[in-house]
């Protein structure tokens, strides 16, 4: 982009330079009355600004020390053991010390009901159902669930509930933590770090404030009603002047939404205008008393010149470093129309490329940890070099959820989707089948034809096998070495047997050409040996299968153990069988 002079640091320093030397002969009181009541402007709007974006940085924080709380505390092996046992001392001696680890409020555990166990900021507290609240029922039901909320003893802040998991996957409870903004000590500590005075609203009422009159917090007063109207009714930020008890304000108020969507609180932070303008006055006041100084003033002036154009370059280099040092949750603000403000649009470009890339990342890790292994990184949203990078991260992704000789599932994939559908299966009570297949006589195939024939066969298997599922939900994985397995939801065990059937005899039905080659060998030589001479027939295979409505109080891996036996009854009744289990009996097909 071509850049003008006047933008230019050339143009920002040579021609304020002589315009000021200029309004200095001719008219230097006014000349600096104006410069310092807008400079003093400035300084107002870019303080609200940048208190804003402190502000909304805070609340972002906030919610991310909720989630990393949260789920690094559902993932720690003794707490589970202690919720799995409704020991609300133990959980509470185990995280005793983690809310200030992580700079969370309180951390809150229920069992799988969503009845409370232990709450940190109310120990004695425990056995009231917690179900109804959004981030607990989201966990019960095996989210991540976060949002702004108010209740009880807490009557504002922000709070993420991780379900807990047993070592088998179930859902034993919930924990909740969760950053409260409605006691007098955050609010000190938000004054302290944003400089400007910071009141807490729930719907029109002050909760929290940091305002004082006569010595006392001034809770309990209403906020002005056509800002209410703006930021509660219309969910709209308001930045402007704002009368607080008889005083100005210069004001930002923004809105919180609940789970619903609903404005129904608000945080204002502001500074009364009353200082500003004192200080405004005293700026005019020392311009004033400076212009007696003549061209002396010129050079005080170009040195706060050349500051102004510095500035952005300071905050500019401020905030690289902290990106290069791994923040990238860092915005650059940088609003220049020169190069400093070009260089830093093209770094916060090159940082929301980056966090747009880990987004990918995150949310296809997510996705196949929960069995949706078909999801991939879009690389269409990046270009250049970053797609590239993005193509590779997919690869590797590849390489960790499928097999890499069939291209099938592999069992890690298998387990977590199995798992959903077990979960989903005792939702919609609907019967669950698992097919698991197992070769015939592969090992001794694959000593007489070798390793690379060995390979196209369980390639041709694993083709035939899909060839014969005729939905998207049903999924097939390698098992073992030459075991496969399927997974068909909502399947009775009429249709399951169907389909093992029909995959039975298309296996039955392949033939491979170093086989067939070899079963003419074997005739030319006369081999009489029955037992060789079938184990150069086509390849067959067993299939196991097992079909259940799942149930609260039974485990996927009792579908598992079921359709292995049924494939151990149909090996040891010959080759080329289905076997089904259905409650106690095994059924030889």
Same mark, same amino acid.
């Given at each position: 982009?071509?850049?003008?002079?006047?933008?230019?640091?050339?143009?920002?320093?040579?021609?304020?330079?002589?315009?000021?030397?200029?309004?200095?002969?001719?008219?230097?009181?006014?000349?600096?009355?104006?410069?310092?009541?807008?400079?003093?402007?400035?300084?107002?709007?870019?303080?609200?600004?940048?208190?804003?974006?402190?502000?909304?940085?805070?609340?972002?924080?906030?919610?991310?020390?909720?989630?990393?709380?949260?789920?690094?505390?559902?993932?720690?092996?003794?707490?589970?053991?202690?919720?799995?046992?409704?020991?609300?001392?133990?959980?509470?001696?185990?995280?005793?010390?983690?809310?200030?680890?992580?700079?969370?409020?309180?951390?809150?555990?229920?069992?799988?009901?969503?009845?409370?166990?232990?709450?940190?900021?109310?120990?004695?507290?425990?056995?009231?159902?917690?179900?109804?609240?959004?981030?607990?029922?989201?966990?019960?039901?095996?989210?991540?669930?976060?949002?702004?909320?108010?209740?009880?003893?807490?009557?504002?802040?922000?709070?993420?509930?991780?379900?807990?998991?047993?070592?088998?996957?179930?859902?034993?409870?919930?924990?909740?933590?969760?950053?409260?903004?409605?006691?007098?000590?955050?609010?000190?500590?938000?004054?302290?770090?944003?400089?400007?005075?910071?009141?807490?609203?729930?719907?029109?009422?002050?909760?929290?404030?940091?305002?004082?009159?006569?010595?006392?917090?001034?809770?309990?007063?209403?906020?002005?009603?056509?800002?209410?109207?703006?930021?509660?009714?219309?969910?709209?930020?308001?930045?402007?002047?704002?009368?607080?008890?008889?005083?100005?304000?210069?004001?930002?108020?923004?809105?919180?939404?609940?789970?619903?969507?609903?404005?129904?609180?608000?945080?204002?932070?502001?500074?009364?205008?009353?200082?500003?303008?004192?200080?405004?006055?005293?700026?005019?006041?020392?311009?004033?008393?400076?212009?007696?100084?003549?061209?002396?003033?010129?050079?005080?002036?170009?040195?706060?010149?050349?500051?102004?154009?510095?500035?952005?370059?300071?905050?500019?280099?401020?905030?690289?470093?902290?990106?290069?040092?791994?923040?990238?949750?860092?915005?650059?603000?940088?609003?220049?129309?020169?190069?400093?403000?070009?260089?830093?649009?093209?770094?916060?470009? @090159?940082?929301?490329? =980056? %966090? &747009?890339? +880990? /987004?990918? !990342?995150?949310?296809?890790?997510?996705?196949?940890?929960?069995?949706?292994?078909?999801?991939?990184?879009?690389?269409?949203?990046?270009?250049?070099?970053?797609?590239?990078?993005?193509?590779?991260?997919?690869?590797?992704?590849?390489?960790?959820?499928?097999?890499?000789?069939?291209?099938?599932?592999?069992?890690?994939?298998?387990?977590?989707?199995?798992?959903?559908?077990?979960?989903?299966?005792?939702?919609?009570?609907?019967?669950?089948?698992?097919?698991?297949?197992?070769?015939?006589?592969?090992?001794?195939?694959?000593?007489?034809?070798?390793?690379?024939?060995?390979?196209?066969?369980?390639?041709?298997?694993?083709?035939?096998?899909?060839?014969?599922?005729?939905?998207?939900?049903?999924?097939?994985?390698?098992?073992?070495?030459?075991?496969?397995?399927?997974?068909?939801?909502?399947?009775?065990?009429?249709?399951?047997?169907? @389909?093992?059937?029909? =995959? %039975? &005899?298309? +296996? /039955?039905? !392949?033939?491979?050409?170093?086989?067939?080659?070899?079963?003419?060998?074997?005739?030319?030589?006369?081999?009489?040996?029955?037992?060789?001479?079938?184990?150069?027939?086509?390849?067959?295979?067993?299939?196991?299968?097992?079909?259940?409505?799942?149930?609260?109080?039974?485990?996927?891996?009792?579908?598992?153990?079921?359709?292995?036996?049924?494939?151990?009854?149909?090996?040891?009744?010959?080759?080329?069988?289905?076997?089904?289990?259905?409650?106690?009996?095994?059924?030889?097909?």
């Amino acid at each position: 982009m071509k850049m003008t002079f006047f933008k230019s640091f050339r143009g920002k320093i040579i021609f304020p330079t002589m315009l000021v030397l200029l309004a200095l002969s001719v008219f230097t009181s006014f000349y600096l009355s104006i410069r310092f009541s807008a400079f003093t402007g400035n300084i107002v709007q870019e303080k609200i600004a940048a208190n804003a974006n402190s502000l909304n940085q805070y609340l972002q924080d906030a919610e991310s020390n909720t989630v990393a709380a949260a789920i690094s505390v559902a993932k720690d092996p003794q707490v589970i053991q202690a919720v799995g046992r409704r020991d609300r001392s133990g959980i509470l001696k185990l995280v005793n010390s983690m809310p200030e680890i992580y700079r969370v409020s309180y951390l809150t555990f229920t069992d799988a009901k969503g009845v409370a166990i232990a709450r940190t900021h109310e120990p004695d507290t425990f056995g009231d159902s917690l179900v109804g609240i959004y981030n607990i029922d989201g966990a019960l039901e095996g989210r991540v669930s976060k949002s702004y909320a108010t209740g009880g003893t807490i009557r504002l802040g922000i709070r993420t509930g991780v379900p807990i998991r047993d070592s088998g996957g179930r859902i034993i409870g919930a924990v909740s933590a969760g950053v409260r903004f409605d006691d007098d000590k955050e609010v000190e500590r938000l004054k302290e770090m944003l400089g400007t005075e910071v009141t807490i609203f729930l719907e029109d009422k002050r909760i929290a404030t940091t305002i004082t009159r006569h010595g006392s917090r001034v809770v309990g007063t209403t906020l002005e009603s056509r800002i209410a109207k703006t930021v509660l009714g219309e969910g709209q930020e308001y930045t402007g002047n704002a009368r607080i008890l008889g005083e100005d304000y210069m004001s930002y108020y923004k809105p919180i939404f609940n789970s619903d969507g609903q404005a129904f609180a608000a945080i204002f932070i502001g500074a009364p205008l009353a200082e500003m303008k004192s200080g405004a006055n005293e700026l005019v006041r020392s311009g004033l008393a400076m212009s007696i100084i003549g061209l002396a003033i010129a050079m005080v002036l170009q040195f706060l010149i050349i500051a102004s154009v510095s500035r952005p370059i300071s905050t500019l280099s401020r905030d690289t470093t902290h990106i290069a040092a791994g923040h990238l949750g860092l915005n650059v603000h940088i609003n220049n129309e020169d190069e400093v403000g070009q260089l830093g649009k093209s770094i916060q470009e @090159v940082v929301l490329i =980056i %966090r &747009k890339l +880990i /987004e990918e !990342i995150n949310t296809m890790i997510y996705e196949h940890d929960h069995g949706n292994t078909d999801y991939c990184i879009d690389i269409d949203r990046f270009e250049g070099d970053y797609r590239i990078l993005a193509a590779n991260i997919l690869d590797l992704a590849v390489l960790g959820i499928r097999d890499q000789l069939t291209g099938l599932a592999n069992r890690r994939s298998f387990d977590n989707r199995l798992n959903i559908e077990w979960i989903r299966g005792i939702r919609e009570k609907t019967a669950t089948s698992l097919l698991i297949i197992d070769l015939d006589n592969f090992r001794h195939y694959n000593d007489t034809f070798g390793h690379h024939q060995g390979d196209a066969v369980l390639k041709a298997i694993s083709m035939a096998i899909c060839h014969c599922l005729k939905r998207d939900v049903d999924y097939v994985a390698r098992w073992g070495s030459d075991k496969f397995i399927v997974l068909m939801p909502s399947t009775d065990a009429r249709g399951a047997l169907s @389909v093992a059937e029909r =995959i %039975r &005899k298309e +296996i /039955e039905m !392949i033939e491979f050409p170093d086989q067939k080659d070899h079963q003419i060998h074997q005739a030319s030589q006369g081999h009489a040996d029955n037992q060789k001479a079938a184990e150069t027939e086509n390849l067959t295979a067993c299939i196991g299968v097992c079909s259940q409505i799942p149930m609260k109080n039974t485990s996927v891996d009792e579908l598992v153990i079921n359709a292995d036996e049924a494939l151990i009854k149909a090996k040891e009744s010959g080759k080329n069988r289905v076997a089904l289990k259905n409650e106690k009996t095994i059924a030889i097909f």
